[in-house]
C-alpha cells in the first residue's frame, strides 16, 4: 500500500503562483511514474502532468509554459509549481503513483491522494 499526501494548495490572485507538493510513503517500488491530475467544481477530473522515474514529464496542452513538474526520489516527493495561475485553474488538484510508465490516463495509477485544494481569485 502507498499513502500520498499533497499540501501546497491555497487562495491565490490571478497572475500569482503556488507549488503543491505529494509525498509518497509505505511500499512504494523502486521506480514508478507520478502524476497530477485536477478536478474543476461539476467538470470531471483531468490530467495535469506527468513526470516519469527518471525525470521525463509531460502536460495537458493548456499548462504548457505555466506549469512545471518535478520530483526529488530521495524524498519520494513530487512536486507542481504553478505560474501566471487563471481563475479556471480553480479547483481540487490530486496527485497519483503509478507502477507503470507515465501516462495520461486515470487508469494507469494505482494509488490517489486525498486532494488539495487550489483557489485562484480574479
Known amino acids: 500500500q502507498v499513502q500520498l499526501v499533497e499540501s501546497g494548495g491555497g487562495l491565490v490572485q490571478a497572475g500569482g503562483s503556488l507549488r503543491l507538493s505529494c509525498a509518497a510513503s509505505?511500499?512504494?517500488?523502486?521506480?514508478?511514474?507520478m502524476g497530477w491530475f485536477r478536478q474543476a467544481p461539476g467538470k470531471e477530473r483531468e490530467f495535469v502532468a506527468a513526470?516519469?522515474?527518471?525525470?521525463?514529464?509531460f502536460y495537458a496542452d493548456s499548462m504548457k509554459g505555466r506549469f512545471t513538474i518535478s520530483r526529488d526520489n530521495a524524498k519520494n516527493t513530487a512536486y507542481l509549481q504553478m505560474n501566471r495561475l487563471k481563475p479556471e485553474d480553480t479547483a481540487v488538484y490530486y496527485c497519483?503513483?503509478?507502477?507503470?510508465?507515465?501516462?495520461?490516463?486515470?487508469?494507469?495509477?494505482?494509488?490517489w491522494g486525498q486532494g488539495t485544494q487550489v483557489t485562484v481569485s480574479s
Open positions: 497519483a503513483y503509478s507502477r507503470s510508465p507515465y501516462s495520461r490516463y486515470e487508469a494507469s495509477y494505482d494509488y
Open positions: 509505505g511500499r512504494t517500488f523502486s521506480t514508478y511514474a
Open positions: 513526470i516519469s522515474w527518471s525525470g521525463g514529464t
